[in-house]
């Protein structure tokens, strides 16, 4: 199966500017996770979505972040405007409701905000 | 969630067995010990999964005590391709589907 695909990889962006990431969790997933790890930190969760619907938003820093899942399917987190400490990099997750086992992780996005 | 103490690094060499051990002192009764594996410029990959006594796949053990309140992961004959960060996590294991608390993680330096 078609694990977590995050796009893009990286981003450069200026301070002030707008970036929207994309998340697409493994098919059938109701789970989605949206993490940041910023440099020299842990990985910290910002927040979860059940379907469309946001379960958990306890980790969003700020009501510059904004995160959104139309239909349950792929996620997005859009950063306006975005802030030198936006810089980081953000991991999706997304796990099935039901049974045991772990969260599928992507590979991430690279922000990096000058 | 139960917090979680691991070492911050530990070395090795290839072949070896290595044992790496998590303190969860105030694991909850419906938690689970989970483990995950990252490589750099990558996402956490889930490696094994344990609620008690001992799990084994194909990558690695789980040794859970009765008490529960450690577990240890347990990398038989290690290779270079094994250098990363362990994380060692502790939530309910269906239950609501919680978000996961990392802490530093065990990077773990395998020579040759």
């Known amino acids: 199966e078609a694990g977590v695909t995050q796009f893009p990889s990286h981003s450069v962006i200026e301070k002030g500017q707008t970036v929207t990431l994309r998340c697409d969790p493994i098919?059938?997933?109701?789970?989605l996770y949206w993490y940041r790890r910023v440099m020299g930190k842990e990985i910290k969760f910002l927040l979860h979505?059940?379907?469309?619907?946001?379960?958990?938003e306890s980790g969003m820093p700020n009501n510059r972040f904004l995160a959104e899942r139309t239909g349950g399917t792929y996620s997005t987190l859009k950063v306006q405007p975005a802030e030198l400490e936006d810089s980081g990099v953000y991991f999706c997750?997304?796990?099935?409701?039901?049974?045991?086992?772990?969260?599928?992780f992507g590979s991430g996005t690279r922000l990096t905000v000058v | 969630l139960a917090k979680t103490t691991q070492p911050i690094s530990m070395d090795s060499y290839e072949g070896q067995e290595v044992n790496i051990t998590c303190s969860h002192n105030?694991?909850?009764?419906?938690?689970?010990i989970t483990w995950y594996q990252q490589f750099p410029s990558q996402g956490p990959r889930f490696i094994i999964q344990?609620?008690?006594t001992k799990v084994t796949n194909e990558v690695a053990s789980l040794f859970i005590p009765a008490d529960r309140k450690s577990s240890t992961l347990s990398l038989p004959r290690v290779s270079l391709s094994d250098t990363a960060v362990y994380y060692c996590?502790?939530?309910?294991?269906?239950?609501?589907?919680?978000?996961?608390?990392f802490g530093s993680g065990t990077r773990l330096q395998v020579q040759p």
């Open positions: 098919s059938g997933h109701d789970n």
């Open positions: 105030n694991i909850a009764t419906n938690d689970y």
């Open positions: 344990g609620y008690k």
């Open positions: 996590l502790v939530a309910p294991g269906t239950t609501g589907r919680r978000a996961l608390t």
């Open positions: 979505f059940v379907k469309e619907s946001k379960q958990d």
């Open positions: 997750a997304s796990s099935p409701s039901e049974g045991l086992g772990g969260y599928t």
